[in-house]
């Protein structure tokens, strides 16, 4: 069993946990995730790391409320045990020292990417940093990322409250400014919408752009190929590839995102989610 | 003589077309005498034989005839730990039962229905009987995976003496037992009722933890451990990569019974796993895998579940008794047609697969009719989900980050006569070997393994007398 140490809430239906688990924390690298049961009756779901600290033994994830799971889930309070705790699954993040490298952040990426962005910095990375977030109240984990980026650049759903315009023309001017002022990397863990437009974006300057895939997954071990997508033109499983991919390789966009969706009809709460470019909806 | 074998009751079509109980309901006392009564003793023990890890069967049916149930239950357990297991989902019919004398002249002894009878009964006594144990030889041992394999080589050992350590993956041990074989076919509190006693007989069991990403085997060699037996079975779907195969609905095997068995998908919502499933399933595919994939489907509501499988029925590896299951419950098989693409409804769920004709030819040098494909013959069939169920390969993951351990170029891991890989200290069986058998063949590889990982963990004491299981005290 894995106990809990911590709950915060972070804004409304956004949490950050603590889990006691640390076979999990000794080997954890960014970007990479777990899969967690919270009961004998409960099913495997997927998270991305967020810190760890192998010291204390313990794993941090940063989740939002979509459906049956996350809602048990915000209910745990310290003291609480989850069933199954399986990690660290994936492969990390690339990182190298590459130069300028923009990243673009929504929903649990928010918190997800911090390790990411933490070992570009110790590899002497100019990180800058797009957060999307559907309006002031629900945007989170802003301050270390402000710590840790160059230069931080907030996109609002709704315009006002003094901040910048939308996620793509914030991107849109980054890239207008290159080569000149050049963005070497691009590493996006936002929607499936956002990472594909981004794509596009970025494939006629030739930057590299790394997406962060969440297929729907069972096992996380390469067992169930629930995961698999197409990159460039072969079959890859996400839980084992991936879930980092070179986004101009990623050659099934839309079959993703309506496999994504399999399970969405009852439950989707998450607004925003439905996006329209988006098969199913 | 009688060469007529006892009918073993089972659940009537309509009904267990509704639910996931058991199908074969077994055989009472009264019908399991009655068939053991059959058995005329051969000096020659050729049904002894058959079997893949040399169950003294005679000696076990001469127990029974004695109506001696509780010694039946210990000649078995001196060579297997899973009879309730092996009793269910052995292809006796090619192994123990096809070898046994009056197989000649009319139907073999029913080993496996009595060997599940025994198992049953010995469920219904209360605290399985435990065998002695050695006394500890301090050496500590780590089995990876806790299918048949792994759970074999984990209670040898630990009766040796030898301290083990098991380590599964997935938040359940028994392997294949728990996530693939279906619950009507092998009900999950036998598996576990045999993981309870393998830990009871000291093996520590770490659920959760995988080797190669928690632990490297390396780790685990150069850390607390003397020897490692790998079982991790072979658990990598195949795909037949065909255009629009990765469409919504179209499942992996692995996926759908994975969901629906060990996720327990079927009792959703009140376990929290869904598994979405249309009207009409096509099943690719003509194993075992295949057909609980197809009956999993009908029990899950399909309206109609097809079986496409390019050869013919007489070719089918699945077990000829869960073929008949199949159809008895309406399954539909459709023969020599393969598929050659999905389509899809607009929004990438697949609605309809595109297949061609084939014909089987003359036998080859090896006795093999090869199916090839009927050029335009293709034809569309509508269909909402799609399960391919074309086998696994070994898992990867192990070997990925070994790399002095060999493997073949299907991935298998090599080893010699007894179990031993390329590396040292490291020992493998079961379907990471063989690419994918049986669960008995997987025990009898880990026995033999476990037998020599004993000689080299005692520096050359031979493992002679398997132990013989005593009566548990309290
Ligand atoms: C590699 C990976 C990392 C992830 N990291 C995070 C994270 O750090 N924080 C976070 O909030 N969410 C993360 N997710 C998504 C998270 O797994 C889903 O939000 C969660 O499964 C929803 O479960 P639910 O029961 O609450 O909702 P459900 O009612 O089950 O489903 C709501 C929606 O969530 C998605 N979803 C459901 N099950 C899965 C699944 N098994 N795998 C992937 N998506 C699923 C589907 O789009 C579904 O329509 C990640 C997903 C993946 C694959
Ligand atoms: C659907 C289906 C039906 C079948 N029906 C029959 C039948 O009727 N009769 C029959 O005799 N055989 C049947 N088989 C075949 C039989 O189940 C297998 O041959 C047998 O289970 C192989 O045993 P194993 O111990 O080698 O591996 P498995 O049973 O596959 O167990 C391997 C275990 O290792 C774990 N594991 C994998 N990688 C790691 C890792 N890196 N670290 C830790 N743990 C790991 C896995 O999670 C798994 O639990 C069937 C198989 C399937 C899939
Ligand atoms: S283990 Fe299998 S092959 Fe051996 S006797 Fe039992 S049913 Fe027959
Ligand atoms: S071969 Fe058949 S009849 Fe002879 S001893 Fe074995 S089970 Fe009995
Ligand atoms: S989640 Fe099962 S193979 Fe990736």
Redesign the interface.
Known sequence: MYPIVDHEVLAPRVHRLRVQAPVVAEKAKPGQFVILIIDEKGERVPFTISDWDRDAGTVDFVFIEVGKTTQQLATLQPGDRLLSFIGPLGRAAEVDRYGHVVTVLSGYGIAATVPIIRALKEHGNTVTTIVQAPDKERLFGVHPLEELSDDLILALGTKGDGMMESTTVAIRKLLDAHPKKPVDRVIAMCSLCLMRVLSEMTRPLGIKTMVHLTPVMVDGTGMCGACRLSVGGTNRFACVHGPEFDGHEVDGWEVLMARRCTYADESILQQGFQCRGCSQW | LNLNRVEMPKQSEHERRHNFDEVALGYTWELAKEEASRCIQCKKRNCQQGCPVNIDIPDFIAALQREEIEEASRILKRKTSLPGVCGRVCPQELQCEQACTLNKKGAPIAIGRLERFIADWERTQGAPTMPEMAPSTGKKVAVVGSGPSGLTVASDLAILGHQVVLFE???VAGGVLMYGIPEFRLPKEIVQREVQYVQALGVDLR????IG??YSLDELLNTDYDAVYLAPGA???K?M?VPGE????V??A??FL??TNL??AYLY??????I?MGKRVAVIGGGNVAMDAARCAVRLGAQEVYVIYRRTRAEMPARLEEIENAEEEGIQFHFLCNPTGFLSDG???VAAMELIRMQLTEPDESGRRRPVPIPGSEYIMDVDTVVVSLGTSP???IPSTTPDLEVTRWGTVVIDERGRTSKARVWAGGDIVSGGATVISAMGEGRIAAAAMHEYLTNGQKKIIPPTPAKDED
Do not use: C, D, Q
């Open positions: 993956a997935l938040h659920l959760n933890t995988v990403i928690n658990g990598l779907p795909f990569r990765n469409l919504n609905m499942y992996s692995n996926e994975t969901r996720m327990k919502p009140e376990y929290a796993t869904p979405k929004r990438n769920n898992n990867p993951l």
